[in-house]
Nanobody, 127 residues
Framework: QVQLEESGGGLVQVGGSLTLACVAS???????????VGWFRQAPGKEREGVSYISRDGTTYYADSVKGRFTISRDNAKDTLYLQMDSLKPEDTAVYYC??????????????????WGKGTLVTVSS
């Protein structure tokens, strides 16, 4: 089992910034750096959607809606994933989830295929 815990959500004004963090733990977490980890989000009344993920070699992938505004990174020594969110918009309001399936990539277009999830952290962007 792998446990994921997000932090860093909150209330921010349009155009502002937030940084989310996700710490991984668990007895199966022998080497955090060997698998892809990513972020999904779910807005009120909408389906969960992929935001970004980072592969074990550091390659990053983003949804079109956040390209140029969000930056994903990881610190393997700390078993921690980050999401720097800049130029936030009201449509970025959602619960943000950290996720992994302990594989080499994450299918951002199909959240149901992902095995491990954090409990989420709420980001609210006010206009």
């Amino acid at each position: 089992q792998v446990q994921l815990e997000e932090s860093g959500g909150g209330l921010v004004q349009v155009g502002g910034s937030l940084t989310l963090a996700c710490v991984a733990s668990g007895h199966s977490l022998r080497n955090y750096g060997v698998f892809a980890v990513g972020w999904f989000r779910q807005a009120p009344g909408k389906e969960r959607e992929g935001v970004s993920y980072i592969s074990r070699d550091g390659t990053t992938y983003y949804a079109d809606s956040v390209k140029g505004r969000f930056t994903i990174s990881r610190d393997n020594a700390k078993d921690t994933l980050y999401l720097q969110m800049d130029s936030l918009k009201p449509e970025d309001t959602a619960v943000y989830y950290c996720a992994t399936d302990l594989g080499s990539r994450i299918d951002l277009g199909n959240w149901r295929r992902v095995d491990y999830w954090g409990k989420g952290t709420l980001v609210t962007v006010s206009s």
